[in-house]
């Protein structure tokens, strides 16, 4: 079991210098009305603690991480990003349609845009730090 993670909230693990990863977490944090996720760098403490408590390589999975605590369960990449655009508001939940496609194939696209990722959107020198209004949302 993960400490700090409360059982009602799921933590989105993300890698914290990638500026896409980053915009993406803005855009869950403004789309998620009911307060369902926390977020941490997978570079944090917790982050650490999570990947290490399941065996995830980091070097091997290159990967935004859902953790929920209700299941003791950890989704990675297109599985993830999908179960949280499950979850937030209108049209964005519309996106689980592509939960009918098999997650071979949405994770070798996922696997090309991650591959990617710092050479079309940049890539920062240090993790994001939130603004003290978004601080509550994020775990380190």
């Not at 399941?54 to 091997?60: A, M, P, V």
């Not at 297109?78 to 949405?106: D, E, G, W």
């Amino acid at each position: 079991m993960v400490n700090g993670v409360p059982k009602n909230k799921q933590l989105i693990l993300f890698d914290g210098v990638c500026n896409l990863c980053n915009s993406s977490v803005l855009y869950v944090i403004k789309r998620d009305t009911k307060n369902k996720f926390l977020f941490a760098p997978l570079q944090s403490d917790i982050g650490k603690s999570i990947t290490s408590q399941f065996k995830i390589d980091t070097n091997k999975v290159d990967s935004i991480l859902l953790y929920n605590p209700l299941e003791q369960k950890v989704y990675h990449k297109s599985t993830a990003a999908l179960y949280v655009a499950k979850q937030l508001n209108f049209p964005t939940k519309l996106m689980a349609i592509f939960f009918l496609i098999p997650a071979f194939i949405r994770n070798w696209v996922y696997d090309f845009v991650a591959k990617n990722r710092y050479k079309w959107y940049g890539k920062k020198d240090a993790c994001m730090i939130p603004t003290p209004e978004l601080k509550a949302k994020f775990l380190m």
